[in-house]
């Protein structure tokens, strides 16, 4: 598939993934869900990967919501059907076995702020505003966000930004535990990149273990201790445990990835 609203760039094991429409402050349309959801199946060899980083082209988002332009068009089943694909992307998103960072460089509302929460781990530079603004237009948050933004700021902070639609800062996401780094616009993508950097020196299979084993608490369909369990067994059985057990009694630094 031709990328016309995505830049991907793949660089020593770690791809950025730009959403790129600055005009629109990289509102999500029809086009980038389509695009987000190729890249997060057949455009990208993961297995190649040590990490993803998502952010926003221009200096003012990260991205502002889904594309309000396209609503006009959407009955009921348009819009259970637009909701549900953006569902799926995202569930590709959180559910990626190797890490995937949103680096928010300004505005993160609406759709833009649930494809955020659907990467493992947020950081932010110091002009970020986050937001779910969709009350506002007579709606709710399509993407997940009712979901997720409990489960990152717990029921009382959720139901009020999601009722008021109100903005929060950096400052404020990160005492929310929306975001666990704030920086510099400049530091951002380098603070991003020394993550996936850091978590690209342990065993990549735990790592994997470690996303799916924890995003199995949020999924009730499945016991998340029963999983644990059972990934630890096979991690214990595993080449890297051997690696990484080996090097801690030859006082040495484990080699994970030949
Ligand atoms: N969709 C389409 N265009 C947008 C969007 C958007 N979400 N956000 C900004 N733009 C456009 C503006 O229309 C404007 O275009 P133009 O230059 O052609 O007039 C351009 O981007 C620049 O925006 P502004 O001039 O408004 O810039 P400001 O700095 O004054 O304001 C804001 C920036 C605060 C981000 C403002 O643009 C804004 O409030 N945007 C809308 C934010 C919003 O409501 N987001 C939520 C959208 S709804 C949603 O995300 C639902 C997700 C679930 C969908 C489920 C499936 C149906």
Same mark, same amino acid.
């Given at each position: 598939?031709?990328?016309?609203?995505?830049?991907?760039?793949?660089?020593?094991?770690?791809?950025?993934?730009?959403?790129?429409?600055?005009?629109?402050?990289?509102?999500?349309?029809?086009?980038?869900?389509?695009?987000?959801?190729?890249?997060?199946?057949?455009?990208?060899?993961?297995?190649?990967?040590?990490?993803?980083?998502?952010?926003?082209?221009?200096?003012?988002?990260f991205?502002?919501?889904?594309?309000?332009?396209?609503?006009?068009?959407?009955?009921?089943?348009?819009?259970?059907?637009?909701?549900?694909?953006?569902?799926?992307?995202?569930?590709?998103?959180?559910?990626?076995?190797?890490?995937?960072?949103a680096a928010i460089n300004?505005?993160s509302?609406?759709?833009?702020?649930?494809?955020a929460?659907?990467?493992?781990?947020r950081i932010c530079s110091d002009n970020a505003?986050f937001?779910?603004?969709?009350?506002?237009? $007579?709606?709710?948050? @399509?993407?997940?966000?009712?979901?997720?933004? %409990?489960?990152?700021?717990?029921?009382? #902070?959720?139901? =009020?930004?999601?009722?008021?639609?109100?903005?929060?800062?950096a400052?404020?996401a990160l005492?929310?535990?929306l975001v666990?780094h704030v920086t510099?616009?400049?530091?951002l993508?380098?603070?991003?990149?020394?993550?996936?950097?850091?978590?690209?020196?342990?065993?990549?299979?735990?790592?994997?273990?470690?996303?799916?084993?924890?995003?199995?608490?949020?999924?009730?369909?499945?016991?998340?201790?029963?999983?644990?369990?059972?990934?630890? $067994?096979?991690?214990? @059985?595993?080449?890297?445990?051997?690696?990484? %057990?080996?090097?801690?009694?030859?006082? #040495?630094?484990? =080699?994970?990835?030949?």
């Amino acid at each position: 598939m031709e990328l016309k609203t995505l830049l991907l760039e793949i660089k020593e094991g770690i791809a950025t993934i730009t959403i790129n429409r600055p005009k629109a402050m990289n509102a999500i349309n029809d086009r980038v869900m389509e695009e987000v959801g190729y890249v997060f199946s057949e455009g990208m060899d993961l297995s190649q990967l040590k990490g993803i980083i998502i952010t926003g082209a221009g200096e003012k988002a990260f991205i502002a919501g889904a594309d309000i332009t396209e609503f006009t068009a959407l009955d009921v089943k348009g819009g259970y059907d637009k909701s549900a694909f953006g569902h799926k992307v995202f569930d590709r998103i959180e559910n990626c076995p190797v890490p995937v960072i949103a680096a928010i460089n300004g505005y993160s509302l609406g759709g833009g702020n649930e494809l955020a929460m659907a990467c493992h781990i947020r950081i932010c530079s110091d002009n970020a505003r986050f937001g779910q603004p969709e009350v506002n237009l $007579g709606l709710i948050p @399509g993407f997940g966000g009712t979901q997720r933004m %409990v489960q990152y700021l717990g029921k009382g #902070r959720a139901m =009020e930004l999601l009722l008021t639609g109100d903005m929060i800062d950096a400052v404020k996401a990160l005492e929310y535990g929306l975001v666990t780094h704030v920086t510099s616009s400049e530091e951002l993508m380098p603070v991003a990149t020394k993550l996936i950097s850091k978590i690209a020196s342990k065993g990549p299979k735990a790592v994997a273990g470690i996303i799916k084993t924890v995003n199995a608490y949020f999924d009730n369909t499945t016991n998340g201790f029963v999983k644990e369990m059972n990934f630890f $067994g096979e991690a214990m @059985g595993g080449d890297e445990s051997k690696e990484g %057990v080996a090097a801690f009694l030859e006082k #040495r630094k484990p =080699e994970f990835r030949k």
